[in-house]
């Protein structure tokens, strides 16, 4: 099964070391640098606002936990948002591509 794996960051540099340490521990198959978002959210009963950059990452649902957790202290915020979910459907050949990380 494929699963997907949603964060920001502060910038693209941050965004592309940690997908390409990610890549290198085989935790993803690929990381999608979406670009800047603006940001508006409530973090320490204040609210704020800013820009980051939003990424993608696919892997596959045995490895989900794990990319999950080390994503966490790879990243450089305090309280990163990081959302990672199961895919309930995929094409035949991303299904393999993802398959091939293991479990």
Same mark, same amino acid.
């Given at each position: 099964?494929? !699963? &997907? /794996?949603?964060?920001?960051? =502060?910038?693209? +540099?941050? =965004? #592309? !070391?940690? =997908?390409?340490? &990610?890549?290198?521990? #085989?935790l993803?198959?690929?990381? %999608?640098?979406?670009? #800047?978002i603006?940001?508006?959210? +409530?973090?320490? $009963? +204040? #609210?704020? +606002? $800013?820009?980051? /950059?939003?990424?993608?990452?696919?892997? %596959?649902?045995?490895? &989900?936990?794990?990319a999950?957790?080390? &994503?966490?202290?790879?990243?450089?915020?305090?309280?990163?948002?990081?959302?990672?979910?199961? !895919?309930?459907?995929? $094409?035949?050949?991303?299904? =393999?591509?993802?398959?091939?990380? $293991?479990?």
């Amino acid at each position: 099964m494929s !699963a &997907l /794996i949603y964060t920001v960051f =502060a910038t693209r +540099e941050d =965004a #592309r !070391a940690v =997908a390409s340490q &990610l890549l290198d521990e #085989r935790l993803i198959a690929c990381a %999608n640098v979406i670009g #800047r978002i603006e940001s508006l959210f +409530e973090w320490d $009963g +204040e #609210r704020g +606002e $800013g820009e980051e /950059i939003a990424i993608l990452f696919k892997t %596959n649902a045995e490895r &989900l936990d794990d990319a999950v957790a080390r &994503l966490e202290t790879l990243h450089q915020y305090e309280a990163p948002a990081i959302l990672g979910w199961r !895919a309930d459907s995929a $094409g035949k050949a991303t299904k =393999a591509w993802l398959a091939a990380l $293991g479990g």
